[in-house]
């Protein structure tokens, strides 16, 4: 089901202390960086509107957040939500998640075992085979994702496609044993009608379409 059409952001917010470029990033992203502050540090791949970052944050004062969404126009959509709020340990940036997991001939711009946490809601499932290359939870990103945890820190994936959970759960046991078993998490009861875990878990729950969700705990 395509993305809705979005509300441009109120051109009177200031996004700059929420919405960050590719080029604005120092070259090493830490909370020390990203927040002069040294406060745990979670990363969620493919932020969306911004509904977890924004109640995760909240949610969470001790801990920062830093959304990644490759679409401009909801990278800005997710910012707005948190410079509404004044969130001081939340930012977006809109750009690709890939190359700053990536370890490249210039080093690594996200430590080993430097994360708390990284999230992944609802990615786009490529559904031809030729594209699953393009997948978030593709091979590659998965040692990443790995290396970048701390012992104890955890990766949270959650899908409505069948087919993508089943081939992640199969590669994740195959390429990053270190991951652990795959633990479910429950569907908590939502309260009113924003309270869920982001948009696409709203859509799929109204919709009747199950939500498959794990969460892994890296292990020594």
């Known amino acids: 089901m395509p993305r809705a059409a ?11 202390s929420w919405l960050k470029k590719p080029e604005d990033l120092p070259a090493t992203i830490n909370s020390q960086t990203l927040f002069g502050n040294d406060q745990p540090l979670e990363i969620e791949v493919g932020s969306g509107k911004g509904l977890f970052i924004q109640t995760e944050s909240d949610r969470r004062p001790e801990n920062n957040y830093f959304g990644i969404e490759i ?5 800005a959509h997710a910012a707005a939500r948190l410079a ?3 969130r001081a340990n939340a930012k977006m940036l809109a750009g ?3 190359p700053l997991f990536a370890v490249t001939d210039e080093g690594k711009r ?3 075992g430097s994360l708390d946490g990284v999230h992944v809601y609802f990615p786009d499932p490529w559904w031809k085979k030729r594209h699953r290359k393009r997948r978030v939870l593709s091979h590659d990103n998965i040692l990443n ?6 012992v104890g820190g955890r990766l949270h ?6 087919d993508y959970f089943e081939l992640t759960v199969e590669l994740i046991a195959e390429i990053a044993p270190e991951l652990g078993v795959p633990l479910p998490e429950t569907q908590r009861e939502s309260t009113h009608d924003l309270d869920f875990h982001t948009h696409f ?11 498959y969700r794990v969460c892994y705990r890296k292990r020594s």
């Open 110 to 112: 996200i430590e080993d």
């Open 201 to 211: 878990e709203r859509r799929s729950r109204k919709m009747g379409i199950p939500v």
């Open 71 to 75: 679409a401009r126009k909801y990278a």
């Open 96 to 98: 690709d998640a890939t």
């Open 6 to 16: 979005l509300r441009k952001p109120n051109p009177a917010l200031d996004l700059d």
């Open 157 to 162: 994936f959650w899908t409505d496609v069948l």
């Open 84 to 86: 509404k709020r004044e």
């Open 145 to 150: 994702f790995s290396r970048c945890l701390r």
